[in-house]
């Protein structure tokens, strides 16, 4: 079996994967990042979306070995240093875009990576982002909202680093 090397929420990791090892299950069973979570096995539900190399992927559509030498962000990479919520994940818990959580992790990272893009999206914009990730608890309008007022704290903070 191939070793692989990668960087995972800033520290160097390896492990040796069989070929047909997806990125969600080196993260999962390898690495025992558990946030990520599989809900779909086909890249439709969005639970295991990650970052790989600063792009939202589907860890479930990813071979492990494919994402060696890249550096990966997970869930458990978007806290802050001292562990605590990060702004994204503090949106959705204060503003209630979760239910079960389950779809969470993927939410989450999707969102990151919208506001990378566009760090002041609108409703539509954010609805049609999320079209890859599926939520079986809510109406996705507290998610909307959570993702707005992260923006807007995104926002504030930019300014007050100016």
């Known amino acids: 079996m191939p070793s692989i090397e990668m960087k995972v929420n800033g520290k160097a990791v390896s492990g040796t994967v069989e070929g047909r090892t997806l990125l969600v299950e080196f ?11 599989v809900g779909c096995d086909t890249g439709q539900c969005g639970a295991c979306v990650v970052h790989l190399n600063g792009a939202a992927v589907k860890a479930c559509n990813v071979f492990a070995a494919d994402a060696a030498g890249g550096e990966v962000t997970t869930i458990e990479g978007m806290a802050n240093a001292d ?3 990060g702004v994204i994940q503090a949106a959705f ?19 990151a990576a919208l506001l990378k893009e566009n760090p002041s999206p609108g409703e539509h914009e954010i ?11 809510t109406g996705y309008h507290n998610i909307v909202k959570s993702i707005q007022a992260a923006a807007t704290e995104l926002g504030a903070t930019r300014v007050a680093a100016e």
């Open 27 to 37: 993260l999962r069973q390898g690495l025992g990042l558990t946030g990520t979570h």
């Open 83 to 85: 562990g605590s919520l």
């Open 93 to 111: 818990q204060a503003n209630h875009g979760l239910q079960c959580g389950f779809c969470t992790p993927g939410m989450v990272m999707s969102a």
């Open 127 to 137: 609805r049609e982002y999320l079209e890859g990730n599926i939520c079986r608890c």
